[in-house]
């Protein structure tokens, strides 16, 4: 499906508030657009009506008095004496005796107005009017010009009711279209499979949920108003000049090709150019994330000036791409909209110099004043059209992205139903790889049984967290299986799996809250006394005492408030809550220091009792009580059994512990 029919099936979410939003803007366009209409019948029928016919008739309401007789205009007479004629010639009126026959270049000479047309010569006993005289002429139009000034004025307030109705509701659908984006891309998120973020920063990442359903967020509330209300103002102007002349409305129905043609010119080169320029923002987003997180790298190893280097090209290639769509969107936006109300200006003169030229198609001033008011007011939606092109080819380009983030394929999501499970593991001939035939994993099989800790040790790349990867289903296996409790693992919904399985991560991640949040992570059916009584169990309530709200205490991201221990036993208590049948210790002790290690000891026997445990480790010293210790090299089990029998066989497992001890021995002396 193309970009721009999944964000129209977005915006059809709020469809109802936008039908109503765009019933107010076509009332608002309809009234606003009265106006020239209005001002029409005021110049024609008020203001240079005066210019009309007028009979000799009696006194009526609507006649006027002027030198012992009474008038009336011939479109208002009921009955019609001898004719005569009110006409402007230069600054000044005058009453003529008989109508005229033609009209064209008006002189007074000698108490006569004389009228020239080419070779045509009229002349007409006229009598200059007076300036109360004009006025007893333009009394009967007092009412009417204050009737219709008022209909004008109210035409104005209603509009202006119904533009605020609709900025609002487009406004609203806008924000709501939005926010359903939002949520969307993030509750996909939370779907994706772990395989997703390995090779995607988490700055790009953070990109397409922030910058870029902002820079659609702005298509929605700017791009859609000005496009809905400006598609509706052309409308209803090509509508009126439709009703005052079709085929000069059919003339200037030219701009419209042109207008599109120009558009699809300007997207074809601006979309190039907004696809490097999102891609730089979202380069540029992860380095600045990654630069922060490794900021202490960056100043320990005097990296400042490498990483500016890096920073600056990035930049520097955003610069030059949005330079370029400067100069694009210079040429196409101020002087697209010059051009055109040029040409239609000419089109305007042509025609109207044309009409002017026939007898037979004399043009009245007042539908000359519509007309340039109406083609004064269709350049004003397509300057706001023009202007919001390049918002239009960002927001293409960042929906682009964030529909390719929507479209990954995500986990299917089943909710738990499987009750807990014992926890009985077996790998059975297992190989894995991350890249196709690259096995990390070869033929690895083992057995834990339920309550028993099970220590995988080697050295870095050897296949432990490989093995931990597999067994929450974070990626699947090619060849083998893993089984628990006699059901392979294949055939098991992901969330059933995980739901009786918890880690304790070398360097634990808490997330904003409180202590108390991070123990039960929000899950309503861990409650406050389940929360307390596991963080007294690890030994925390000694170590977090001295806080000033105790379990209360409010965590800022990561728990970089809190000593490593700290944290570290909060993810102790978060596991013990959560009462897991298979845990999961990834070095939970390694950057522990000494005395806090010692609490942290009899948390972990707290912790591991009744459960499955998988312990990977460096520090062979915490694994010696471990019932089972594999041993693993270049992706297969080269050792297995305990301490004891692996110290006995004197291979792999005794040269490491004997260099970790000698190192040790150095150290303490």
């Given at each position: 499906?193309?970009?721009?029919?999944r964000?129209?099936?977005?915006?059809?979410?709020?469809?109802?508030?936008?039908i109503?939003?765009?019933?107010?803007?076509t009332?608002?366009v309809?009234?606003e657009?009265?106006?020239?209409f209005?001002?029409?019948?005021?110049?024609?029928?008020?203001?240079?009506g005066?210019?009309k016919?007028w009979?000799?008739?009696?006194?009526?309401?609507?006649?006027?008095?002027?030198?012992?007789?009474?008038?009336?205009?011939?479109?208002?007479?009921?009955?019609k004496?001898?004719?005569?004629?009110?006409l402007?010639?230069?600054?000044?009126?005058y009453?003529?005796?008989?109508?005229?026959?033609?009209?064209g270049?008006?002189?007074y000479?000698?108490?006569?107005?004389v009228i020239?047309?080419?070779?045509?010569?009229?002349?007409?006993d006229?009598?200059?009017?007076?300036t109360?005289e004009?006025f007893?002429?333009?009394?009967?139009e007092?009412?009417?010009?204050?009737?219709l000034?008022g209909?004008?004025?109210?035409?104005?307030?209603i509009?202006?009711?119904?533009?605020?109705?609709?900025?609002?509701?487009?406004?609203?659908?806008?924000?709501?279209?939005?926010?359903?984006?939002?949520?969307?891309v993030?509750?996909?998120?939370?779907?994706?499979?772990?395989?997703y973020?390995?090779?995607?920063?988490a700055?790009k990442v953070?990109?397409?949920?922030?910058?870029?359903?902002e820079?659609?967020?702005?298509?929605?509330?700017?791009?859609?108003?000005?496009?809905?209300?400006?598609t509706?103002y052309?409308?209803g102007?090509?509508?009126?000049l439709?009703?005052l002349?079709?085929?000069?409305?059919?003339?200037?129905m030219?701009?419209?090709?042109?207008?599109?043609?120009?558009m699809?010119?300007?997207?074809?080169?601006?979309?190039?150019?907004?696809?490097?320029?999102?891609?730089?923002?979202?380069?540029?987003?992860?380095?600045?994330?990654?630069?922060?997180?490794?900021?202490?790298?960056?100043?320990?190893?005097?990296?400042q000036?490498?990483?500016?280097?890096?920073f600056?090209q990035?930049?520097?290639?955003?610069?030059?791409?949005?330079?370029?769509?400067?100069?694009?969107?210079?040429?196409t936006?101020?002087n697209?909209v010059?051009?055109?109300?040029?040409?239609?200006?000419?089109?305007?003169?042509?025609?109207?110099?044309g009409?002017?030229?026939?007898?037979?198609?004399i043009?009245?001033?007042?539908?000359?004043?519509?007309?340039?008011?109406?083609?004064?007011?269709?350049?004003?939606?397509?300057?706001?059209?023009?202007n919001?092109l390049?918002?239009?080819?960002?927001?293409?380009?960042?929906?682009?992205?964030?529909?390719?983030?929507?479209d990954?394929?995500?986990?299917?999501?089943?909710?738990?139903?499987?009750p807990?499970?014992?926890?009985?593991?077996e790998?059975?001939?297992?190989s894995?790889?991350?890249?196709?035939?690259?096995?990390?994993?070869?033929?690895?099989?083992f057995?834990?049984?339920?309550?028993?800790?099970?220590?995988l040790?080697?050295?870095?790349?050897s296949?432990?967290?490989?093995i931990?990867?597999?067994?929450?289903?974070?990626y699947d296996?090619?060849?083998?299986?893993?089984?628990?409790?006699?059901k392979?693992?294949?055939?098991?919904s992901?969330q059933d799996?995980?739901?009786?399985m918890?880690?304790?991560?070398?360097d634990?991640?808490?997330?904003?809250g409180?202590?108390?949040?991070?123990v039960?992570l929000?899950?309503?059916?861990?409650?406050?006394?389940?929360v307390?009584?596991?963080?007294?169990?690890v030994?925390?309530?000694?170590?977090?005492?001295?806080?000033?709200?105790?379990?209360?205490?409010?965590?800022i991201?990561?728990?970089s408030?809190?000593?490593?221990g700290?944290?570290?036993?909060?993810?102790?208590?978060?596991a013990?809550?959560?009462?897991?049948?298979?845990?999961?210790?990834?070095?939970?002790?390694a950057?522990?220091?000494?005395?806090?290690?010692?609490?942290?000891?009899?948390?972990?026997?707290?912790?591991?009792?009744?459960?499955?445990?998988?312990?990977?480790?460096?520090?062979?010293?915490t694994?010696?009580?471990?019932?089972?210790?594999?041993v693993?090299?270049?992706?297969q089990?080269v050792?297995?059994?305990?301490?004891?029998?692996?110290?006995?066989?004197?291979?792999?497992?005794?040269?490491?512990?004997?260099?970790?001890?000698?190192?040790?021995?150095?150290?303490?002396s």
């Amino acid at each position: 499906m193309s970009v721009g029919k999944r964000l129209v099936q977005y915006a059809l979410s709020s469809k109802k508030i936008i039908i109503i939003a765009l019933f107010m803007l076509t009332i608002a366009v309809a009234t606003e657009l009265a106006g020239p209409f209005i001002a029409k019948k005021m110049i024609d029928s008020h203001i240079l009506g005066i210019e009309k016919t007028w009979y000799e008739t009696t006194e009526d309401e609507g006649s006027v008095f002027y030198k012992g007789k009474w008038y009336e205009r011939s479109d208002r007479a009921s009955e019609k004496g001898t004719p005569k004629q009110v006409l402007l010639v230069g600054r000044s009126y005058y009453f003529l005796q008989s109508p005229i026959t033609f009209d064209g270049e008006r002189s007074y000479k000698g108490e006569q107005v004389v009228i020239k047309k080419g070779d045509q010569t009229a002349s007409y006993d006229a009598t200059k009017l007076t300036t109360s005289e004009l006025f007893t002429f333009y009394k009967p139009e007092v009412k009417p010009l204050i009737v219709l000034m008022g209909i004008y004025f109210l035409m104005l307030a209603i509009s202006s009711v119904f533009q605020y109705g609709q900025h609002y509701y487009l406004q609203m659908s806008s924000n709501s279209i939005i926010r359903k984006m939002r949520k969307d891309v993030f509750h996909h998120i939370q779907k994706l499979p772990i395989s997703y973020f390995d090779h995607l920063p988490a700055g790009k990442v953070v990109a397409r949920i922030t910058n870029d359903t902002e820079a659609i967020r702005e298509l929605y509330v700017t791009f859609l108003a000005t496009f809905f209300s400006s598609t509706i103002y052309i409308i209803g102007i090509f509508i009126a000049l439709a009703i005052l002349d079709v085929k000069l409305a059919m003339i200037c129905m030219v701009i419209v090709p042109i207008l599109g043609l120009w558009m699809y010119i300007y997207r074809k080169y601006a979309s190039k150019y907004n696809h490097v320029i999102r891609a730089r923002v979202s380069d540029i987003n992860g380095m600045v994330n990654e630069s922060i997180q490794g900021m202490t790298i960056i100043q320990a190893f005097r990296r400042q000036k490498e990483t500016m280097g890096e920073f600056a090209q990035l930049n520097n290639e955003h610069f030059t791409y949005q330079n370029k769509l400067l100069n694009l969107n210079s040429l196409t936006s101020h002087n697209l909209v010059n051009v055109l109300r040029n040409l239609a200006f000419v089109l305007l003169i042509w025609y109207f110099g044309g009409a002017s030229l026939r007898a037979e198609s004399i043009l009245s001033m007042g539908v000359l004043y519509a007309f340039v008011d109406y083609l004064n007011r269709l350049f004003q939606p397509i300057t706001g059209m023009v202007n919001q092109l390049a918002l239009l080819e960002q927001a293409r380009v960042a929906a682009e992205r964030v529909f390719e983030l929507l479209d990954e394929k995500e986990e299917e999501f089943v909710k738990p139903t499987l009750p807990r499970y014992e926890g009985n593991v077996e790998f059975q001939d297992v190989s894995f790889a991350y890249k196709e035939e690259e096995y990390v994993l070869k033929n690895i099989s083992f057995q834990a049984n339920q309550g028993e800790t099970v220590a995988l040790v080697g050295h870095t790349g050897s296949g432990k967290s490989s093995i931990i990867n597999l067994l929450f289903r974070y990626y699947d296996i090619q060849k083998g299986r893993i089984v628990i409790d006699g059901k392979d693992v294949a055939n098991m919904s992901k969330q059933d799996l995980r739901k009786h399985m918890a880690i304790v991560l070398q360097d634990p991640f808490l997330f904003t809250g409180t202590i108390a949040s991070n123990v039960s992570l929000e899950d309503e059916h861990i409650s406050r006394e389940q929360v307390e009584k596991a963080l007294r169990d690890v030994g925390a309530e000694e170590l977090l005492k001295h806080l000033p709200k105790g379990f209360d205490e409010p965590v800022i991201e990561k728990g970089s408030t809190l000593s490593s221990g700290q944290r570290q036993l909060i993810s102790f208590a978060r596991a013990l809550a959560f009462n897991p049948s298979i845990l999961v210790l990834d070095e939970a002790t390694a950057n522990i220091d000494t005395e806090t290690e010692a609490v942290i000891q009899k948390a972990l026997e707290i912790v591991k009792k009744g459960r499955t445990t998988f312990v990977i480790a460096h520090r062979l010293s915490t694994i010696q009580n471990a019932d089972q210790i594999l041993v693993l090299d270049k992706g297969q089990i080269v050792e297995r059994g305990n301490h004891e029998e692996l110290m006995a066989q004197g291979g792999k497992y005794h040269h490491m512990y004997q260099l970790q001890k000698g190192h040790s021995d150095r150290s303490a002396s």
